[in-house]
């Protein structure tokens, strides 16, 4: 009770802090350069510079905020990334030396790929195909609501709701897990599931595809829907079928919104960190990249160098993929 309060009091004296923020700002400004009451050629020069200053004063706190906790993080990471286990000591590229001889870090990389395959092509796939079946029937929305469900839990949480999926318990005694429920039932053996090399990757990539799925289908259920009801009726009078309107006529007028629901899913999974951290914490051959970091940087006493080294990989993989995303949606922008 005493953390909802918490929550409740800081969100409240959030907004009255950026309320404050912006009238004061906006009083202060009009009083240093007024146009009230001034001469015709005065006001109109203290309005323009009143006018200049003013979409700054709306922008700082935004670009104050990045600062803090963006650029100085990015530019002090990679500082550490070349110096040793206390962040004192000057050691060069050492620490990226060590990356590319060490077996973990190898291992994170390889599984940081799998991840990368399967999670944005299935839960944009799947996003797309309900999508278009919810828009068919009449009690889509309510379908729509139940898969977009998922997006309102923690990755943390959806782990937990997982966890019961693939419990494991010995052969011979109740399972409470509902994978080896159904395995049991059929006749097979149980199996402890997320310690299966390989395709432990693939059970903990479900749980993102599960949640994300949603994401994308709401995005792609409103671009299904802005398109022309025009070239569907005349692909229709041209004799095409059903699935030749959606793959030849739909998708190539939406293809800009599938790239762009895809990168953001696949900067998600560049970062996916809290699912591996709850499900096996990076045991059985499951670390990735941001688990890796997170164990080198504040476990085992800490080793800020190689924890940042690793962030600064992660970095330089996200970065290239947001830039094409920006460059993508203003340029779908400059299209409306």
Not at 65 to 75: E, F, K, N, S, W
Not at 165 to 181: K, M, P, S
Not at 236 to 256: E, L, R, S, T
Not at 314 to 329: D, E, G
Request: with cysteine.
């Amino acid at each position: 009770m005493q953390q909802l309060l918490m929550a409740v009091v800081t969100m409240v004296a959030g907004v009255l802090a950026c309320a404050a923020y912006f009238y004061g700002t906006n009083l202060i400004l009009d009083l240093i350069f007024p146009s009230k009451g001034r001469s015709g050629a005065k006001a109109s020069r203290n309005l323009r510079i009143s006018n200049a200053i003013r979409p700054w004063l709306f922008l700082f706190p935004a670009l104050f905020a990045m600062t803090i906790y963006l650029i100085y993080p990015v530019i002090e990471s990679v500082w550490l990334s070349f110096h040793d286990r206390a962040g004192q000591n000057f050691v060069g590229g050492a620490n990226y030396v060590w990356m590319i001889n060490d077996g973990e870090f190898r291992q994170s990389i390889f599984n940081n790929f799998l991840w990368l395959l399967v999670v944005p092509a299935l839960a944009t796939f799947f996003g797309l195909i309900i999508a278009a079946l919810t828009d068919r029937i009449w009690w889509g929305n309510i379908a729509k609501t139940l898969i977009f469900m998922p997006m309102a839990i923690s990755f943390v949480g959806a782990s937990v709701i997982w966890k019961f999926i693939y419990d494991y318990r010995a052969a011979g005694t109740e399972q409470i897990g509902l994978l080896n429920a159904i395995v049991t039932s059929l006749g097979f053996e149980p199996q402890a599931w997320v310690t299966i090399p390989l395709w432990n990757n693939f059970f903990l990539m479900a749980i993102l595809v599960w949640i994300q799925t949603g994401f994308a289908m709401v995005i792609l259920s409103a671009a299904l829907r802005g398109i022309p009801e025009e070239t569907v009726e005349a692909a229709v009078i041209d004799g095409a079928n059903g699935f030749q309107i959606f793959f030849k006529i739909m998708i190539p007028q939406i293809w800009g919104t599938i790239a762009v629901v895809w990168t953001t899913i696949t900067i998600l999974v560049l970062k996916v960190f809290d699912i591996v951290l709850a499900m096996t914490n990076g045991q059985w051959q499951t670390q990735v990249l941001a688990n890796l970091m997170f164990d080198w940087m504040f476990r085992g006493g800490g080793d800020f160098g190689r924890g940042a080294a690793i962030a600064v990989v992660i970095m330089l993989l996200v970065v290239p993929i947001m830039i094409w995303n920006i460059r993508n949606a203003a340029k779908e922008m400059k299209g409306h």
